[in-house]
């Protein structure tokens, strides 16, 4: 129902929110989701398995349909063969022993676990706060050195709602940590300091007129994008376009973060160039995640393999290791 004020993830729409507009986009996009899932059908020819091959990369790249989502990114992550490899093992770590401050830190940030969405609500039944809580609490028992850390609740919650499986949010939730996502969760977040300065040197390459920008107010990269790290882009761009991205992630890795975020950035460019102060910097990256560009979530990930250029793994780990070594250096 195009008119429905709780969209069909479970998100209430915000009051300003463009129906028109979005009506628009998404009775095209309903034509596209409509050929993949004929094709996907094909590729998956009822055995539910597949190997990773440029085709299906290319498949990934223009969209898993929702209803093949959860497996193929169980697949393509690794999940899937962790979690046969450990039966049982997820109900173990929930019947095991509890680090009771892990599991207060957990227990706060639960009722600011997606406050707009009406699965997450005390009243919903099933209430996915309590499958939430298991899954982040049985990951800070699996992962010590983590633990728990804010920004992990909104990933968990996502991935329960594609797979609507607690054990499987909780392999995936381990694949993006654990392997995926390099030292991002970790009390001293190396990881993710240096992706936000690989970012900084990126735009540097691509787009040196918004670096300049930057460094002529003395605003740091982790102001502006921070979040979209932490969050995978979670309350950042819409729902339907994070999932795309995720399709992404999950098979081709932390590389795409760089991409979107470069696409991000050299589309709205000239918006940017515009700030003349700090405050003003600030508020542009946030308005450049909203709007028709990023809610076309099928056009959008076309421009995200081509806007930014060529962008080889190669280079992404040279630019981690000078930016790591920098950090560490300043300690």
């Avoid at 129902?1 to 129906?19: A, K, L, M, Q, T």
């Avoid at 892990?102 to 706060?108: G, P």
């Avoid at 076309?296 to 630019?319: R, V, W, Y």
């Amino acid at each position: 129902n195009w008119r429905s004020e709780v969209d069909p993830y479970g998100f209430e729409r915000p009051e300003d929110f463009d129906y028109a507009s979005y009506e628009a986009f998404f009775s095209r996009y309903l034509v596209v989701l409509t050929r993949r899932a004929i094709k996907w059908s094909k590729l998956l020819k009822g055995n539910n398995s597949i190997q990773k091959s440029l085709k299906v990369k290319r498949y990934i790249r223009k969209g898993i349909p929702n209803e093949h989502r959860a497996l193929i990114w169980m697949i393509v992550s690794g999940a899937q063969a962790n979690m046969e490899q450990n039966p049982g093992y997820y109900h173990r770590l929930l019947e095991g022993e509890k680090n009771d401050k892990l599991v207060e830190a957990i227990k706060t940030d639960m009722n600011r676990t997606f406050p707009d969405n009406v699965k997450f609500r005390k009243t919903a039944d099933p209430c996915l706060q309590h499958t939430l809580y298991n899954v982040l609490v049985a990951y800070g028992h699996h992962n010590k050195a983590v633990g728990y850390c804010q920004g992990m609740n909104f990933i968990a919650g996502y991935l329960i709602l594609i797979t609507k499986n607690e054990e499987e949010s909780f392999w995936l939730l381990d694949a993006l940590i654990g392997r995926i996502l390099p030292d991002y969760y970790s009390p001293a977040m190396l990881g993710l300091k240096t992706d936000q300065e690989v970012l900084g040197e990126l735009v540097k390459m691509k787009v040196p007129a918004v670096a300049e920008l930057m460094e002529r107010h003395g605003v740091m990269w982790t102001l502006v994008v921070s979040r979209w790290f932490i969050c995978l882009f979670i309350d950042i761009l819409p729902v339907e376009t994070v999932l795309r991205i995720w399709d992404c992630l999950f098979y081709e890795g932390s590389k795409i973060i760089f991409r979107v975020a470069l696409t991000l950035i050299k589309q709205h460019q000239t918006f940017i160039l515009e700030a003349t102060n700090f405050p003003d910097i600030c508020d542009k990256f946030k308005q450049i995640t909203k709007g028709t560009f990023v809610t076309e979530c099928h056009s959008f990930m076309q421009k995200i393999f081509t806007d930014p250029g060529s962008l080889s793994m190669a280079t992404i780990n040279k630019l981690r290791e000078t930016c790591r070594e920098k950090l560490l250096s300043q300690g």
